[in-house]
């Protein structure tokens, strides 16, 4: 299975500003997800990251709220922008390996925001 | 969609009681993956089980995709397995390209 990392692992942030999540995987793999997980919920994804063109954002999720790049086959970034508390939670970077359909995840990246 | 149901919401153990939680779906899938998510909130995965059971260790897996429901046990619980046990499916409507449903998943407690 892959290597997933994340970071940063934890922030506590200020409402208003944005912060990037990076996610970084140790082998090229194809489809790489966000998911948000609010605080004693599942998780909800986010997005699929493409490599090389515009993120597919799910019912619910816009572009300029949660803009992702994916500039290469291991590396991908989550932004949560103008954030608010109600942005609090755990963000979590997937892949999903391509003969099974297993998916693995990172350590996530837990946000407090004030 | 598909429903992905998990019961149940909660479970508290004593320290080497048996336990097994349940996961049905409401349409055929193409994946299921059993996670346990431990109180730092890491995400880790237990089976990847789309049918038949799977055995590790103290914890063991069985799925019955044509019933439409997955088992996951576990023997002689440690307070270590304490946390959230999450059931996800790929629906088969979705191709390989879906995208995975969890469900809300079941909050484990052992108490020594």
């Known amino acids: 299975s892959a290597v997933i990392s994340q970071k940063p692992s934890r922030d506590i942030c200020q409402r208003g500003t944005s912060l990037t999540i990076q996610c970084q995987v140790d082998?090229?793999?194809?489809?790489m997800f966000w998911y948000r997980q609010q605080p004693g919920q599942s998780l909800t994804l986010i997005a699929t990251?493409?490599?090389?063109?515009?993120?597919?954002?799910e019912s619910g999720f816009v572009i300029d709220k949660f803009p992702i790049s994916r500039p290469n086959l291991t590396f991908s970034t989550l932004t949560v922008s103008n954030m608010s508390p109600e942005d609090s939670s755990i963000y979590l970077c997937?892949?999903?390996?391509?003969?099974?359909?297993?998916?693995?995840f990172g350590e996530g990246s837990r946000l407090t925001v004030l | 969609g598909i429903q992905v149901e998990q019961s149940p919401p909660d479970l508290i153990l004593q320290e080497g009681a048996n336990s097994t939680l349940r996961c049905n779906f409401s349409d055929s899938v193409n994946n299921l993956q059993w996670f346990h998510q431990n109180p730092w909130g890491q995400l880790i995965n237990l089976f990847y089980?789309?049918?038949g059971t799977k055995q590790n260790g103290r914890l063991s897996a069985t799925t019955v995709a044509t019933e439409r429901y997955s088992l996951l046990y576990i023997s002689s619980s440690q307070t270590t397995d304490s946390g959230v046990y999450f059931c996800?499916?790929?629906?088969?409507?979705?191709?390989?390209?879906?995208?995975?449903?969890f469900g809300k998943g079941t909050k484990l407690s052992v108490k020594p």
């Open positions: 089980i789309p049918s």
């Open positions: 082998s090229q793999v194809t489809m």
């Open positions: 990251a493409n490599q090389g063109s515009e993120a597919t954002y």
């Open positions: 996800a499916v790929l629906p088969n409507y979705g191709g390989s390209q879906g995208n995975l449903i």
């Open positions: 997937s892949v999903r390996q391509l003969l099974t359909g297993e998916l693995f």
